[in-house]
């Protein structure tokens, strides 16, 4: 361990030092605000509160929980925008607190779940284990590989899938939009899950049509059933890692390669290469982090993938990396109103 020499240690004397010092703090404690979102989608306090400002003892009634330690929890999700507390006690919901509301459209309760349950928390707190191996924590921690312990688990499975699509129901139609997709073809929405962005592309362009691919597990709950997209579709399991449906206009991997190492994702993306047609695309929806320190959504990401399976967030020059081994060239990238951005690929 380095032994830094005292004209480097920080002046304790001044103002910005000690808000520095006091931020570092606050950001040890994050996990307690993890904690107090998963309390709060748990015991539906924004749904309570979406009908109007309640306090903390009219909530606890209702929840069935203690009232001090309940307006503690509300006090300090107030502070984060979460909730806000007006000069009665009474708490009410911030235009943040309404995605913690159960069905409303774009709700992320699932997500939250899915974020701050054990699978998440556990692999986190072993960072370091992670970081002194080089090597996902999450077997350590679990006994197994992140996929194959959701495999074998029912219950984890359906809080990932869940989780999963709530995070990226807000994500599917802004995509959808951003992306010229042609008029007429083949979509294929490669380890697409249910079908949520699938389905916003089709609903936007009626001379499509389009195939979800995934493990069966994933298929089961799937949104595209509807009058509206009759006959335009058809969900197909298989192993991305084999072989995709062959004749694709345009095949989306949305939230799928940062799952996977180099080798695996070379794997996917030159399965979507051998059934790519003619003049037909590869694009792949991620969050993209740029070079530097300015805060990016995919840098969290990355920490998190980190400890949890092999892959890993990736910059435009690592997507190109990639492609030119699976037989492809990057052609250009689109950002979104999201954290993700669209890469395409072609062939090259």
């Keep these: 361990m380095d032994t830094q020499n005292p004209i480097d240690h920080p002046d304790l004397s001044d103002a910005a030092a000690h808000a520095a010092a006091a931020h570092l703090i606050e950001q040890s404690l994050g996990h307690l605000y993890s904690a107090a979102l998963r309390t709060a989608v748990l015991h539906h306090l924004a749904d309570h509160v979406a009908g109007g400002p309640r306090t903390a003892s009219e909530l606890a009634r209702r929840t069935g929980t203690d009232a001090g330690a309940l307006r503690r929890t509300l006090r300090y999700l107030a502070t984060r925008g979460v909730f806000r507390e007006d000069d009665n006690g009474a708490f009410h919901l911030t235009p943040a607190g309404q995605f913690l509301r159960t069905g409303v459209p774009g709700s992320l309760r699932d997500a939250v779940l899915m974020l701050t349950d054990d699978i998440f928390v556990r692999s986190s707190g072993a960072l ?109 399991p298989g192993d991305f890692f084999t072989a995709v449906p062959d004749g694709g206009d345009v095949y989306v991997l949305k939230h799928v390669l940062h799952d996977w190492d180099d080798g695996a994702a070379v794997r996917i993306l030159s399965a979507c290469r051998r059934g790519l047609a003619p003049e037909g695309k590869v694009l792949v929806v ?55 951005s669209i890469v395409e690929a072609v062939a090259a």
Excluded: C
């Design 286 to 340: 991620d969050s993209v982090p740029e070079p530097g320190n300015d805060p990016h959504p995919g840098k969290t990401l990355d920490v998190a993938m980190m400890t949890l399976v092999t892959g890993r967030a990736r910059g435009p020059k690592d997507l190109d990396v990639l492609f030119a081994r699976a037989g492809l060239r990057r052609s250009r990238m689109l950002p979104t109103p999201t954290f993700a």
């Design 128 to 236: 370091d284990e992670t970081v002194r191996t080089g090597a996902p924590a999450f077997p350590k921690v679990f006994g197994a590989p992140f996929f194959e312990y959701l495999r074998g688990d029912d219950a984890t499975r359906e809080l990932f899938d869940t989780g999963m699509a709530a995070f990226s129901e807000p994500l599917d139609d802004l995509v959808a939009g951003a992306y010229p997709f042609p008029e007429h073809g083949i979509v294929v929405d490669v380890g697409g899950g249910r079908g949520g962005l699938l389905r916003q592309v089709l609903l936007r362009h009626p001379g499509l049509s389009g195939v979800l691919f995934d493990q069966a597990p994933a298929l089961r709950e799937h949104v595209l059933e509807g009058v509206e997209l009759a006959g335009r579709w058809r969900a197909e």
